[in-house]
């Protein structure tokens, strides 16, 4: 299997421009999960979807982030409009329902 | 917040045994311990999971105090590439009702030097 993929890897745009950031999961898992990692905060759970339904958002920092998981094999992250302290890596993860947490390599994003 | 504490940073000589200590003194009956790892720009990595037996695998040793308030991660024979951010979580085994989402902490910075 390829693994959880990510995309962009990196992303550079300035303030104001919306960024999608975009996860394939590993075939057949159940769970998909959207973590940011910065600095100050380390890694944080944002938001996690179970069979394509939104099961816990309340890491989600505010209304400027939303994510979809429109099917099995595909979910968004999106900031609408990015500010700079938006900066981080984000992380998409997935797994079985009562398998391990599986991690993408991460989009790492800088707003400037 | 996370339920688990662990020392920020630890040294280990190339070649000796990692031993990371973890507290997690309010742990619940039904959540287990999972140790993950983050080598340097790379996501997370999962390592050993246990309940309250002692676990061994290919990567790693994990050793479950009998009240079950503390863990420690050993890895046997500590190589330049285990340098890295260690996390000690305590979560419910992944169930539709309990969700099984990590919570990660800050982890134990460990590094392995020649």
């Known amino acids: 299997d390829a693994g959880v993929i990510q995309s962009p890897r990196h992303e550079v745009t300035e303030m104001g421009q919306e960024v999608t950031l975009r996860c394939k999961p590993i075939?057949?898992?159940?769970?998909l999960f959207w973590y940011r990692q910065t600095m100050m905060r380390g890694l944080e759970l944002l938001i996690y979807?179970?069979?394509?339904?939104?099961?816990?958002d309340s890491g989600m920092p505010e209304d400027r982030f939303s994510a979809k998981m429109p099917n099995a094999s595909f979910s968004t992250l999106k900031i609408q409009p990015s500010e700079p302290r938006d900066s981080a890596v984000y992380f998409c993860?997935?797994?079985?329902?009562?398998?391990?947490?599986?991690f993408g390599e991460g989009s790492r994003l800088t707003v400037l | 917040d996370a339920k688990t504490t662990q020392p920020p940073s630890m040294d280990c000589a190339e070649g000796r045994a990692a031993n990371l200590p973890c507290n997690h003194s309010?742990?619940?009956?039904?959540?287990?311990v999972y140790w993950y790892r983050q080598i340097h720009s790379q996501g997370p990595q999962y390592i050993i999971h246990?309940?309250?037996n002692n676990e061994t695998n290919e990567m790693a040793s994990l050793i479950i105090t009998e009240d079950r308030k503390s863990s420690t991660l050993i890895l046997p024979h500590a190589t330049l590439r285990d340098t890295a951010v260690y996390y000690c979580?305590?979560?419910?085994?992944?169930?539709?009702?309990?969700?099984?989402?990590?919570?990660f902490g800050q982890g134990t910075e460990l590094s392995v030097k020649p």
């Open positions: 979580i305590v979560s419910p085994r992944g169930t539709l009702n309990q969700g099984g989402k990590l919570i």
């Open positions: 075939s057949g898992h159940d769970y």
């Open positions: 246990g309940l309250k």
């Open positions: 993860a997935s797994r079985r329902l009562t398998g391990e947490l599986f």
């Open positions: 979807f179970n069979n394509n339904v939104p099961i816990d």
């Open positions: 309010t742990i619940s009956g039904n959540e287990y």
